[in-house]
């Protein structure tokens, strides 16, 4: 029943390591984001999908590659962690891009770099 | 930048009073949504005012914005145990949602 799912919940690597997160829209959502929240909660838009073609590329390094591989889903890996990439990750889905309504998030995947 | 800035970082009220929360913007917007996030959640939306609109009402929420004065307020009024959270604006610009850091809203009872 869960609109927007996001897999693992909690996790926690060590420096270096590779690692992925997955998201699952069952909204028939046109348009999926990736969002970045840091300690200080502020929320920052990393990446933007629509219909499983890139949109927004929010500056973020290269490490951090997205994928599509349909308009239900987008998955985020991250190679080489760095202690800075420890924040809570929202996956979150919208009707359309451009002029955007609602955001529906999903419950987060908090990512804890040691 | 577009980044709306939230006012005041955090709020203590008592239940049953009204909580109002200050949002301020820097550049032209679509659009201005609130959102809500318990600890430990993600975030809810609660309410979107378009740029031609002055006030919106939704239950107990009340949200006004001021395009000339590039800032919002949000009111909740009659407050409960349960709308102990965050609460964020969001700007609607051309392509993207962009959030501020956050008001924190405890409401003691």
């Known amino acids: 029943d869960t609109a927007v799912s996001q897999t693992p919940k909690y996790l926690v690597t060590q420096m270096g390591n590779d690692k992925s997160i997955k998201c699952e829209q069952n909204l028939g959502h046109d348009t999926m984001y990736w969002y970045k929240q840091d300690s200080k909660k502020f929320l920052k838009i990393m990446f933007s999908?629509?219909?499983?073609?890139?949109?927004i590329n929010e500056t973020v390094p290269n490490r951090f590659s997205p994928k599509s591989p349909d308009k239900a889903h987008l998955n985020l890996h991250i190679n080489s962690l760095e202690l800075g990439d420890s924040a809570v990750y929202f996956c979150a889905s919208s009707p359309r891009t451009g002029n955007t309504g609602e955001l529906f998030f999903g419950e987060g995947s908090r990512l804890t770099v040691l | 930048s577009q980044q709306g800035e939230e006012d005041p970082q955090a709020l203590s009220i008592q239940e049953g009073e009204n909580a109002t929360m200050n949002c301020s913007y820097k550049?032209?917007?679509?659009?201005l949504q609130w959102y809500r996030q318990n600890s430990g959640r993600g975030l809810v939306h609660l309410i979107l005012i378009r740029s031609n609109e002055r006030e919106k009402h939704s239950g107990r929420l009340r949200v006004t914005l001021d395009t000339s004065k590039k800032s919002s307020s949000l009111l909740i009024t009659a407050s409960r145990a349960a709308d102990t959270a965050s609460y964020f604006c969001a700007t609607q610009g051309a392509q993207k949602l962009v959030f501020g850091q956050g008001t924190r809203l405890t409401i003691n009872p």
């Open positions: 999908y629509n219909n499983k073609e890139l949109i």
């Open positions: 550049t032209s917007i679509n659009n």
